[in-house]
């Protein structure tokens, strides 16, 4: 064998120039008999005999064996080791060429090469790209997309096979196939060969490769993809199948316009029917297909319009399905219901027919079910959901008598930072009312808690949180014995440092409840004010000029209620507060320069 290729590449350097196309063609069909036999072993020797640089001369239109010389190249190149090779003996450019001929056999075989020289290989893609390959391929796919018969449905598997290797994982290759309206092709090409499994493959490949580019999304939207997918994926039995569809559908279901699309094209009810079918099993198959439903499902949901569609108003099939997934004992259901329903409570509506219609019972059932065995993923989603349903007005005072602010706090405890963050949230959009704020912000263990977790540097979100709730304890209850409980647990320094706050929603919640505490509780807070230096913040914050107008505002505000307290009274006239005030009286803000002159005078009399 070995001396038999041997002979045959010697014979085959002499031909290559003479021409002699019978003994050409013999000498190519041993070589590919080679190659079958073993390639690479063959691939090594065809290498070492230099015989690429002769492939270029021979791949003409007019020769009868260009198609084999094609054949060759595509089978050589399936080996990594041959790919730069090819591209340096210069076989690039005559095989782009070549896409140019009107012979089948000739375009399949020029196909298989170019896209295999691409595979994984920067200078395989690069010379391609350089010679306008990629151009001439999405011509041909234009031209026969609509062409059923198996020959030429091979040749379009391939080219399509041919784009993807170009550009796979090439963002920059990827958005030029996109400029070339790659994408409107592919989805007609589904449309028209969906009974035939390789191309439909080769252009699932390509959608989840493409869809992955935020500029795929809306070219996507402009064509028929939802519709086609959906089509598909209700013909598909075999778990493969549908994953490959499912690894499509999820990118381009970022899409607001997609996902409205797929909700149209009946995505959904599919989407049911999964869950409904492997709810009960432990197939390891079944279980992974029941997770991407319910999480597409949950994806859908993020969109508003698609959103609104599938409420209907809380009559809808599938609010009333999703509903029946939070009492389920599926975990994964259990989470996806309670995410879904997070979703539809995006808009006062939605969260006002919830709310009435009983729901909040059934998220505090399920928080139940997991304050021992603590999944933390369905505490997370459970208390999003209840957070989102507590924002308008009108729910809270319904939430507070259905017991919400207890089943929270059975949670405190958590070292999950994601479950803290909900759970701060949830309390802050319900103390709103005077009688909630009072109650919480005299409970020692909530309040010792916050004063820890305003410590969390590893975790600004709850960190934030925690100095948020804080300051609305204050704020909301308007209570000297919630002070006394926050200055008693330590809280007092971390409401001076939010004060300082990058956010001025931060820093103003703040300013305000260190003003009640000044007005309410001065003698019981005055060391701790003293000691997180807060007079020389307020003149930090009156002498910035990048301070908004409210915290110049409430920073004079607070100042005044300061001076009932002898040590801090000092601080202020040390200070010299009097020149940063009295610039202010010139300030726009005509509320600013009114506090101004209000603040200068009480200066003056105090000093």
């Not at 691409?118 to 391609?128: F, I, K, L, T």
């Not at 539809?344 to 006002?352: P, S, V």
């Not at 609305?472 to 007092?492: C, E, F, M, P, W």
């Not at 610039?583 to 005509?590: F, I």
């Amino acid at each position: 064998m070995a001396d038999n290729l041997s002979d045959t590449l010697k014979k085959l350097k002499i031909t290559a120039v003479d021409r002699t196309e019978d003994s050409l063609e013999g000498c190519l069909d041993c070589l590919l008999q080679a190659l079958a036999q073993n390639n690479m072993e063959t691939s090594e020797k065809i290498q070492e005999s230099g015989i690429l640089q002769l492939f270029a001369g021979l791949l003409i239109p007019q020769s009868s064996c260009t198609a084999k010389v094609a054949n060759i190249i595509a089978e050589v190149a399936k080996n990594e080791f041959m790919r730069t090779p090819c591209v340096d003996a210069g076989l690039i450019s005559p095989l782009v060429q070549l896409l140019n001929s009107k012979d089948q056999e000739v375009l399949l075989q020029t196909g298989r090469a170019l896209g295999n020289i691409c595979y994984d290989s920067h200078e395989g893609r690069s010379a391609v790209d350089q010679a306008g390959g990629a151009q001439i391929v999405i011509d041909h796919l234009r031209s026969l997309c609509s062409i059923t018969d198996p020959a030429n449905e091979k040749l379009l598997t391939v080219f399509c096979g041919m784009l993807m290797n170009y550009s796979n994982e090439n963002d920059s290759l990827q958005a030029q196939l996109i400029n070339m309206g790659v994408i409107p092709t592919l989805v007609k090409l589904l449309g028209i060969h969906c009974q035939n499994a390789a191309l439909t493959e080769m252009c699932l490949v390509a959608f989840g490769n493409l869809a992955e580019l935020e500029s795929s999304k809306e070219q996507f939207a402009s064509t028929n993809i939802a519709e086609e997918l959906v089509k598909l994926f209700k013909k598909q039995i075999e778990h493969d199948k549908k994953e490959m569809i499912f690894e499509v559908l999820a990118p381009l279901a970022e899409n607001d316009a997609i996902k409205l699309q797929l909700v149209e094209a009946g995505l959904v009810e599919c989407l049911l029917e999964i869950v409904q079918q492997k709810v009960d099993s432990d197939k390891e198959d079944d279980v992974a297909e029941l997770k991407t439903a319910s999480d597409l499902m949950v994806l859908l949901l993020l969109g508003d319009e698609s959103m609104q569609k599938l409420f209907e108003g809380g009559k809808g099939n599938v609010f009333q399905r999703v509903l029946s997934w939070i009492p389920s004992n599926n975990h994964q259901l259990q989470l996806a219901g309670a995410l879904a329903i997070a979703n539809f409570a995006r808009n006062d509506g939605n969260c006002i027919h919830m709310v009435d219609n009983g729901i909040v019972e059934k998220l505090m059932d399920l928080l139940d079910r997991h304050v021992e065995d603590g999944n933390v993923t369905v505490q997370h989603a459970a208390l999003s959901a209840l957070r989102n349903l507590a924002i308008p007005v009108v729910n809270k005072a319904k939430m507070l008598s259905a017991g919400v602010t207890e089943a929270v706090l059975k949670f405190l405890k958590s070292e999950m930072p994601p479950v803290q963050f909900k759970l701060l949230g949830t309390l802050r959009m319900l103390i709103d009312a005077q009688e909630a704020a009072e109650q919480l912000g005299k409970n020692v263990k909530l309040v010792e808690r916050l004063v820890e977790w305003c410590e969390a540097k590893d975790h600004a979100g709850v960190m934030g949180e925690s100095n948020r709730l804080l300051s609305a304890l204050i704020r909301h209850s308007k209570s000297k014995d919630v002070i006394k409980t926050i200055v008693q647990s330590g809280g007092i320094k971390h409401l001076v440092t939010m004060a300082t706050s990058e956010h001025v929603i931060m820093q103003n919640e703040a300013l305000v409840a260190l003003a009640l505490i000044a007005a309410l509780e001065l003698g019981t807070a005055e060391k701790d004010l003293e000691s997180a230096k807060l007079v020389q913040i307020l003149h930090r914050l009156l002498a910035d000029e990048r301070s908004a107008p409210e915290i110049k505002y409430n920073s004079m505000v607070l100042i005044c209620a300061l001076m009932g307290s002898e040590c801090l009274h000092k601080e202020v006239q040390d200070l010299a507060f009097l020149d940063v005030v009295s610039k202010l009286r010139s300030h726009e803000n005509k509320s600013v320069a009114q506090q101004a002159s209000l603040t200068e005078q009480r200066l003056t009399v105090e000093s």
